[in-house]
């Protein structure tokens, strides 16, 4: 049993992520969007729990915060102050690259996280197991099949990280189907 996370370094993570994001909802939902990110914590700290290879604090916060360079004004140089280098440098992958049209930005986020170590892979992995919920309805349909597609491709590449975290996706991916008529 992994409980190698420090509480204190788990509630300046959370703090900070609810800043950054403040004022954010889940899409879709009238929910905050610290919901969803308290949602891949608790991904993590139950995954990071069967497993003691991993250094849960580097998982746990790249968890709290992984949204924060691509969603709010925080920068990369931010992070690193804040919570260290291998902390943004996680982050850092798990941020998609604008710059990139759409259809080529999933294919060089995994990349650049399969460059990072297997902490950073297993966020990724908790991130789509969180978001595979009943789609928003403004959704097309061919925009839902290509998520699944995406939460397919997000296994592929990720699941040596964490067999528990693999197999949830991959059991989330299989309900999704439901969503597509
Ligand atoms: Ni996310």
């Known amino acids: 049993m992994n409980n190698n996370w420090q509480q204190d370094k788990y ?23 610290l919901v ?15 497993d003691d290879r991993y250094d849960a604090d580097l998982a746990m916060q790249c ?3 992984h949204d924060t360079i691509e969603d709010t004004e925080t920068s990369y140089d931010d992070i690193v102050e804040n919570f260290g280098v ?16 759409k259809s ?6 995994l990349r650049r996280i399969r460059l990072q170590p297997k902490e950073v892979w ?12 009943p789609p928003p309805s403004k959704w097309s349909q ?4 290509n998520y699944r597609i995406e939460a397919l491709l997000i296994y592929e590449e990720l699941k040596d990280a964490n067999e528990m975290l693999a197999d949830r996706l991959l059991a989330k991916a299989q309900e999704y189907k439901a969503f597509i008529t």
């Open 11 to 33: 509630v300046k993570a959370c703090k900070f992520a609810a800043q950054a994001h403040n004022g954010q909802l889940v899409p879709g939902t009238d929910l905050p969007y």
């Open 36 to 50: 969803h990110l308290s949602l891949v914590s608790m991904e993590i700290i139950a995954a990071i729990g069967t």
């Open 63 to 65: 968890a709290w915060l």
């Open 86 to 101: 291998a902390v943004a440098d996680g982050v850092l992958a798990l941020t998609k690259n604008n710059s990139l049209p």
């Open 104 to 109: 080529e930005q999933m294919g060089d986020s």
């Open 122 to 133: 297993v966020v990724k992995l908790a991130d789509r197991i969180t978001n595979l919920q």
């Open 142 to 145: 061919e925009k839902i099949a």
